[in-house]
């Protein structure tokens, strides 16, 4: 299957040159690391918190880590912006088609590569949705298919 997929690959890279393969990737990023509330200390004499004024008290810290996804596409040719994507969106397959690609990347691409580019992406569930790779093989000129990447690639 890996053989049959490399070949795949190979005949279908001959159409361009590298300069015009884009990948395509998504990252979470840690924005504010977990803080240790034992290193937080005030010292006071008193044995309640409750007694200490509020104006002498260290600002509460959040206890789980905020996180931000970003997106961007990548070629020999260059790179397109950095797309953060909002807090508490859920990434699935409409809003990575209408949104990420349709919006931003794609035409990042255009700008940069023409009509003349090759465009392939990851296994995330959204990448590979039924709907996103329709979307891609309506309007990518060269699209590498999820059923074209080496099996070891597939997540």
């Given at each position: 299957m890996r053989v049959k997929c490399c070949k795949t690959l190979l005949r279908l890279r001959c159409l361009l040159n590298a300069e015009n393969?884009?990948?395509s990737d998504e990252k979470i990023f840690t924005v504010q690391p977990p803080i240790n509330t034992q290193n937080d200390r005030v010292y006071a004499a008193t044995s309640k918190k409750s007694s200490v004024s509020s104006r002498r008290l260290i600002m509460g810290c959040k206890h789980f880590s905020e996180n931000r996804m970003a997106s961007v596409a990548v070629s020999k040719a260059g790179k397109t912006s950095v797309h953060f994507v909002d807090?508490?969106?859920?990434v699935d397959a409409n809003y990575y088609h209408e949104t990420l690609l349709r919006?931003?990347?794609?035409?990042?691409?255009r700008?940069?590569?023409?009509?003349h580019f090759m465009f392939q992406q990851d296994g995330a569930p959204s990448h590979r949705a039924k709907s996103t790779v329709e979307f891609l093989q309506r309007t990518v000129p060269?699209?590498?298919?999820?059923?074209?990447?080496?099996?070891?690639?597939?997540?």
């Open positions: 393969i884009w990948f807090k508490e969106t859920k919006r931003c990347l794609l035409p990042e691409i700008q940069k590569s023409g009509d060269n699209f590498i298919e999820p059923s074209v990447w080496s099996p070891t690639g597939r997540t």
